[in-house]
């Protein structure tokens, strides 16, 4: 049986893979599994019928057989264990560590790189915008820092390319437009590795084709 998973009908992301799902067609492709796709609206992601998916009213979800999972993290770290050493080292010390950087990824970078983003999109226009937006930088530019400084000339985070970089890029690119990243050529080269990936290029193109569809 293949798994299907929920993205959005029209996204608001406009074909630049940055909603959630992308992180789950990303590693499904990593590891080689086929995939079936049911896009939903903002109404139906509100409606009781995907509501007993995804509690929150989100994308993505993830149904196979009789399981339902939801946040694209947790999604992506159950795919990585049904195919190991794929995505998740056999070895356990190192598989440890590839998960606490999923950790790290979606709880110590991404919330302040989401909270710059958001506060470009929706503050834009308050009176209080032009002070605080130094201040979200300067947050995100601490952790991207640490980031940096973390990985060094290596290629990935720890050894070979693992789920903890699918998410931690998953995450960083969510900086693109915003030019942060300039300043950090090391970093910048590390998501140029991962999207150079095949499963990273079918990934984007599957997800692309539902913008391209829907802009008709």
Do not use: C, N
């Not at 032009?130 to 820092?145: G, I, K, M, N, S």
Request: no cysteine; aromatic share 8%; proline share 7%.
């Amino acid at each position: 049986m293949r798994p299907t998973i929920t993205a959005f009908k029209t996204s608001p992301d406009r074909g630049r893979g940055l909603a959630r799902d992308m992180a789950v067609r990303w590693a499904l492709e990593e590891v080689g599994q086929p995939y079936d796709t049911r896009l939903v609206t903002f109404a139906e992601m509100k409606a009781p019928a995907h509501l007993a998916l995804q509690p929150f009213g989100q994308i993505p979800t993830y149904q196979d057989g009789d399981l339902v999972l939801f946040e694209s993290a947790a999604i992506v770290l159950h795919v990585a264990e049904r195919h190991p050493g794929v995505l998740l080292p056999v070895e356990p010390d190192a598989r440890a560590r590839a998960i606490a950087w999923m950790f790290a990824a979606v709880a110590t970078m991404q919330p302040p790189i989401v909270e710059l983003g958001m506060a470009a999109l929706v503050e834009r226009d308050k009176p209080w915008f032009e002070a605080r937006q130094p201040l979200l930088e300067q947050a995100a530019r601490v952790r991207l820092d640490q980031l940096s400084a973390r990985l060094g000339e290596a290629d990935w985070l720890d050894g070979p390319f693992s789920a903890g970089d699918l998410v931690m890029v998953t995450v960083l690119r969510r900086l693109g437009a915003s030019g942060v990243l300039d300043a950090y050529p090391t970093l910048t080269a590390y998501i140029a590795r991962a999207e150079a990936r095949p499963a990273f290029q079918r990934a984007f193109a599957a997800q692309r084709a539902v913008f391209e569809a829907a802009a008709g």
